[in-house]
């Protein structure tokens, strides 16, 4: 029977691959440690290398290491979600400090100003509008009008994410396997990839 060389984390002791003894050394990371063993397991995840030593885990360790793994899989799975959809989030909207209450700065001016009939003689109740229009050089209407129109190109794309996003972490978090969490994966970069965003924003 062949001899059996066991390849081992050894930080860990969890052995990650295995190869047939060739009589002959041969170099691995430094990280890495090999053992010889006359029988190989038929499950390897199910032991660990202790001094040297490749000793069966019980069936409760087992599953508490498939259980780590799988929290581990989630949560890499749901740092990738949000940071997906928060780089497309800012393909069209600003990201910086606050930012989204300044949007609705703007957007509660801008529907108080166009809801006033006639326009009011000053913009003093309008702080933002009567900045802006100034360094723009836009007429107080036509800004209001543009952050309202911009505003509303955006929101129908916040709430598709934002469905996505939280549907799509719920899945995750709710799977029992990797299969299940790479399935919840797939469906979300297939309906990622078809949301279609508004232009740059002004």
Same mark, same amino acid.
């Given at each position: /029977? @062949? #001899? /059996? =060389? #066991? %390849?081992?984390e050894k930080a860990s002791g969890d052995p990650i691959g295995f190869k047939q003894d060739s009589g002959s050394e041969s170099s691995l990371p430094e990280e890495l440690g090999v053992i010889t063993v006359e029988e190989l397991p038929e499950n390897l995840a199910k032991y660990r290398v202790v001094d040297g030593e490749l000793v069966s885990l019980t069936q409760t360790q087992a599953d508490q290491k498939a259980a780590s793994e799988i929290d581990a899989d989630k949560a890499t799975a749901a740092f990738e979600v949000n940071r997906l959809i928060g780089k497309l989030r800012r393909a069209f909207a600003t990201e910086t400090a606050f930012q989204a209450q300044a949007y609705l700065n703007k957007r509660a001016e801008a529907e108080a100003y166009l809801a006033l009939t006639p326009p009011p003689a000053t913009l003093d @109740?309008?702080? *933002? *509008?009567?900045? *802006? +229009?100034v360094a723009r050089? /836009?007429?107080a209407a036509d800004l209001a009008q543009l952050w309202l129109d911009t &505003? &509303?190109?955006? +929101?129908p794309v916040l709430n =598709? +994410?934002? %469905?996505l996003r939280d549907s799509t #972490?719920? @899945? %995750? &978090?709710?799977a029992t396997t990797r299969a299940e969490i790479d399935a919840a994966v797939g469906a979300f970069n297939t309906a990622l990839n078809a949301i279609s965003t508004p232009g740059d924003t002004p």
């Open positions: /029977m @062949a #001899v /059996m =060389q #066991v %390849i081992y @109740a309008f702080p *933002l *509008l009567k900045e *802006l +229009t050089g /836009m007429s &505003n &509303n190109e955006w +929101t =598709q +994410t934002e %469905i #972490v719920f @899945a %995750i &978090n709710s």
